[in-house]
């Protein structure tokens, strides 16, 4: 899923290349919540909150942001944003909504290069383990972040098939096409193949 992340970041970034500076959000240990799973949902709230503000004091602005754990466990977010936003401004919301003093933005000089910045936050370690519910990646409504794989997927959506050469479909000579179960595993093992020896 990481790479494709990735590649649907570039894919957006090429087609809207105003999102071109990179915002880094950290909260202060000190005033957040000691629980790593209440530390992901005050973070997501925060974030919400500061979008809220942001929109009112700036105006509205477009971001894919991606959730990054540091190795305390502690979560912070970094998001690519399509407008300029005043540092004291976003400094001065998050602090005052609760997230603490640390914000980072910058300008990526190569709008290409925006989703490996962003990419290179998406670590394995990043893209499991998270508590349930949360999410590791999202966007701003007006982009339209396709990821195969991601969170949205449902294991009902596919079912591996197969073609079963020992059953013939009703009204014709060709093999009924199946779900497979364990046992066809072992069969197929057994027979070197889907196809039963002669």
């Not at 005043?86 to 909504?97: G, I, N």
């Not at 079963?164 to 199946?178: F, K, N, Q």
Request: aromatic fraction near 8%; proline fraction near 5%.
């Amino acid at each position: 899923m990481r790479q494709n992340l990735i590649e649907e970041i570039q894919r957006i970034t090429s087609e809207r290349p105003q999102l071109c500076r990179m915002l880094t959000l950290t909260l202060d240990p000190a005033t957040a919540p000691s629980d790593q799973e209440r530390q992901h949902k005050y973070i997501t709230e925060r974030w919400n909150a500061l979008r809220t503000r942001l929109k009112r004091e700036v105006g509205d602005f477009s971001f894919i942001w991606v959730r990054e754990e540091q190795d305390n466990g502690m979560p912070h977010l970094h998001a690519l944003v399509s407008r300029f936003l005043p540092q004291d401004t976003v400094s001065a919301a998050w602090s005052d909504l609760g997230g603490g003093e640390i914000v980072d933005i910058r300008k990526i000089d190569n709008v290409d290069k925006a989703a490996h910045y962003v990419g290179k936050y998406l670590t394995k370690d990043a893209m499991t383990g998270l508590p349930d519910g949360i999410r590791r990646y999202g966007s701003s409504a007006d982009l339209e972040l396709n990821v195969r794989g991601n969170d949205n997927d449902s294991d009902g959506d596919w079912q591996l098939r197969m073609d079963d050469y020992t059953i013939a479909a009703i009204g014709t000579d060709e093999p009924l096409r199946r779900g497979v179960t364990d046992t066809d595993f072992a069969q197929q093992k057994e027979w070197n193949g889907p196809v039963p020896p002669d």
